[in-house]
């Protein structure tokens, strides 16, 4: 309990709290039974409230142009990020810019592969997607025993960008063509048949294997493993130990070093009919390449650079 005499001292500690009305309702009292009594404290209590009544208040115009510009800062920071957004995405989609389109895909395999000694005026014939990665067999237009497969890869504005082609030429005008793929790690064999006749109802894989360990000349040997033609026109894909696998289950013996090297096709009656559609007026174009692009190393620069910008930009503009 506060005493109903207080000294000066201690009221001129109160008076601010007084004045601002944060005091209680005995202390009230008491500091205004003082100020009755002491003239001292009164004009010190007059004199503060006469202050406080004099303090400058920030003129209303002020206020809404503090406002305004902080507005314009928020909004700009706004701008900085969007800005930073679109420019990131127009650097990415520079590499991943070609739709699931064979007339695109061509033009893709085309322009990939201009500077190489291999190059092509591609016309893609079939495309099979796995596992995000997009694979199109193709013809080159002005040749048309040169053939290829092309590797892409897709983006997450569901385009592609090309990374890889293989290009080799056939000495057969029934097109059958195998290339070693990966895909996730894995190794695959991609099929690519192409203007096979009525004729044909079953293609095979020719490994050269041998029939003891070692690779003597004496115990080499051909086997095939035969699938049936669907179509006319066709890109399969086998994993390479499946194919190994199918392999040896189709022999009594045991094979040792085994390796893809050649295809091979059959009528209806299972007869090898490929030396059938050899060419034989020598207008065979011998290519045999490929091609492979980087890692996306430098586009991820070019982006951290832009967002880094972005990110110090729009800091500048949020900070008062």
């Given at each position: 309990?506060?005493?109903?005499?207080?000294?000066?001292?201690?009221?001129?500690?109160?008076?601010?709290?007084?004045?601002?009305k944060?005091?209680?309702?005995?202390?009230?009292?008491?500091?205004?039974?003082?100020?009755?009594?002491?003239?001292?404290c009164?004009?010190?209590?007059?004199?503060?409230?006469?202050?406080?009544?004099?303090?400058?208040?920030?003129?209303?115009?002020e206020?809404?142009?503090?406002?305004?510009?902080?507005?314009?800062?928020?909004?700009?920071?706004?701008?900085?990020?969007?800005?930073?957004?679109?420019?990131?995405?127009?650097?990415?989609?520079?590499?991943?810019?070609?739709?699931m389109?064979k007339?695109?895909?061509?033009?893709?395999v085309?322009?990939?592969?201009?500077?190489?000694n291999?190059?092509?005026?591609?016309?893609?014939?079939?495309?099979?997607?796995?596992?995000?990665?997009?694979?199109?067999?193709?013809?080159?237009?002005n040749?048309?025993?040169?053939?290829?497969?092309?590797?892409?890869?897709?983006?997450?504005?569901?385009?592609?960008?090309?990374?890889?082609?293989?290009?080799?030429?056939s000495?057969?005008?029934?097109?059958?063509?195998?290339?070693?793929v990966?895909?996730?790690?894995?190794?695959?064999?991609?099929?690519?048949?192409?203007?096979?006749?009525?004729?044909?109802?079953?293609?095979?894989?020719d490994?050269?294997?041998?029939s003891?360990?070692?690779?003597?000349?004496?115990?080499r040997?051909?086997?095939?493993?035969?699938?049936?033609?669907?179509?006319?026109?066709?890109?399969?894909?086998?994993?390479?130990?499946?194919?190994?696998?199918?392999?040896?289950?189709?022999?009594?013996n045991?094979l040792?070093?085994?390796?893809?090297?050649?295809?091979?096709?059959?009528?209806?009656?299972?007869?090898?009919?490929?030396?059938?559609?050899?060419?034989?007026?020598?207008?065979?174009?011998?290519?045999?390449?490929?091609?492979?692009?980087?890692?996306?190393?430098?586009?991820?620069?070019?982006?951290?650079?832009?967002?880094?910008?972005?990110?110090?930009?729009?800091?500048?503009?949020?900070?008062?």
């Open positions: 309990m506060i005493k109903k005499v207080l000294k000066c001292s201690i009221v001129q500690d109160l008076l601010p709290n007084y004045i601002e944060l005091t209680n309702y005995d202390t009230n009292q008491a500091v205004q039974e003082h100020l009755n009594i002491c003239a001292y009164k004009n010190s209590y007059a004199q503060m409230v006469a202050d406080i009544g004099k303090t400058d208040k920030t003129p209303v115009i206020l809404k142009f503090l406002k305004k510009v902080k507005r314009t800062r928020v909004l700009a920071a706004v701008l900085c990020v969007i800005l930073t957004l679109v420019l990131s995405y127009l650097i990415y989609t520079m590499e991943y810019k070609y739709n389109d007339t695109d895909l061509s033009g893709a085309t322009e990939f592969m201009a500077p190489f291999g190059a092509v005026e591609a016309y893609v014939l079939e495309t099979k997607e796995i596992d995000g990665i997009l694979f199109a067999s193709f013809k080159d237009q040749n048309g025993t040169v053939n290829g497969i092309a590797k892409f890869l897709k983006g997450f504005n569901q385009k592609y960008r090309i990374v890889q082609t293989k290009v080799e030429s000495e057969y005008s029934t097109v059958l063509q195998f290339y070693p990966e895909i996730k790690d894995e190794q695959y064999i991609a099929v690519s048949g192409y203007n096979l006749s009525d004729e044909i109802k079953y293609y095979g894989l490994y050269s294997t041998y003891n360990p070692g690779y003597l000349s004496k115990d040997v051909s086997e095939s493993v035969k699938f049936e033609v669907k179509n006319q026109q066709f890109l399969e894909f086998y994993k390479t130990k499946e194919l190994e696998s199918l392999l040896v289950k189709s022999v009594e045991t040792y070093n085994y390796h893809l090297v050649e295809t091979s096709i059959y009528d209806a009656n299972g007869v090898e009919i490929t030396e059938n559609f050899r060419i034989v007026d020598g207008s065979i174009h011998n290519v045999s390449s490929g091609a492979g692009k980087a890692e996306l190393f430098l586009l991820y620069v070019y982006i951290a650079i832009v967002i880094g910008l972005g990110i110090i930009m729009t800091r500048y503009f949020l900070t008062e």
